[in-house]
């Protein structure tokens, strides 16, 4: 759970809201969230997180389904086994949307694009033709991600529960520590910074992307991937360093028996 909350606070501090809503509109003036680096990694912390919440595969530890004794399977039959798994797959369903609203832009079709709020009028045709695109394209997306989840159940094998534990207070928190300080700078330098990259009332580009877009993207790498290699460098260390000193010691060499 700690993971998990941790992933959402970068998408909070840059909305300034809890509200989804306003989740939203920022996304139509700033693109996904996902495509920053600090909204990319903590997408992968908030999908492994909710992974391992709704547990499925590969943490599927309370229930081990391709064993003979697996918990509850052997307590419940009939409508009563079957209310666990509509619970685990509405979790699904609920992660997926949640993930879809904070990192995907919700309904929106086009990453860096208003469409189609933009075609809001003040007709009740605009606005049914609005949410014909919205709620199919929340919808696809959703589903997308329930499809990853899947492939994921259907590649991985299960893990062991110690290593899960150490995977998390070992390597997602610490990253996410550090990806809310990447998203501060994220923050900083593109949604409250446009100012110092406009020019006479235009604002800079490098192409098709904003050219703050590109100096905050720059920066917050040079924050996440050495601080990725530092965990990993010392977690690793820390790794070696157990089995060394736990390892057992090294058996003598068979004696060959003699020949008759």
């Not at 609920?94 to 007709?123: E, H, K, R």
């Not at 033709?129 to 394209?137: G, M, Q, Y």
């Not at 877009?213 to 070696?240: D, H, K, M, Y």
């Amino acid at each position: 759970e700690i993971p998990q909350v941790l992933s959402t606070v970068p998408i909070v501090l840059w909305s300034g809201s809890l509200s989804l809503v306003t989740i939203f509109n920022k996304q139509l003036d700033y693109g996904w969230f996902l495509f920053s680096p600090p909204g990319a990694l903590a997408f992968v912390i908030l999908l492994i997180a909710s992974l391992a919440e709704v547990n499925r595969t590969p943490f599927d530890l309370p229930e081990a389904e391709s064993e003979i004794i697996a918990g509850f399977h052997t307590e419940f039959s009939s409508m009563r086994f079957g209310l666990f798994f509509l619970a685990e797959y509405l979790s699904v369903f609920g992660v997926s949307c949640l993930a879809t609203a904070l990192f995907l832009g919700g309904g929106t079709p086009i990453p860096l694009s208003d469409f189609p709020i933009n075609l809001l009028g003040t007709t009740t045709t605009s606005y049914v033709l609005v949410n014909a695109i919205l709620v199919p394209t929340f919808f696809l997306k959703v589903g997308l991600m329930v499809f990853v989840m899947f492939w994921v159940r259907a590649t991985l094998p299960r893990m062991r529960v110690d290593r899960l534990m150490n995977f998390a207070w070992k390597y997602m928190v610490p990253m996410s520590l550090v990806n809310i300080l990447a998203a501060a700078v994220w923050y900083e330098c593109y949604i409250r910074s446009s100012r110092p990259f406009v020019l006479f009332g235009t604002p800079l580009r490098l192409g098709p992307l904003p050219l703050n877009w590109l100096i905050s993207t720059l920066i917050t790498l040079l924050i996440l991937f050495p601080s990725f290699l530092g965990v990993q460098a010392i977690n690793r260390r820390e790794f070696g360093e157990e089995v060394g000193t736990t390892a057992p010691a090294r058996c003598a060499a068979p004696v060959p028996v003699a020949a008759r």
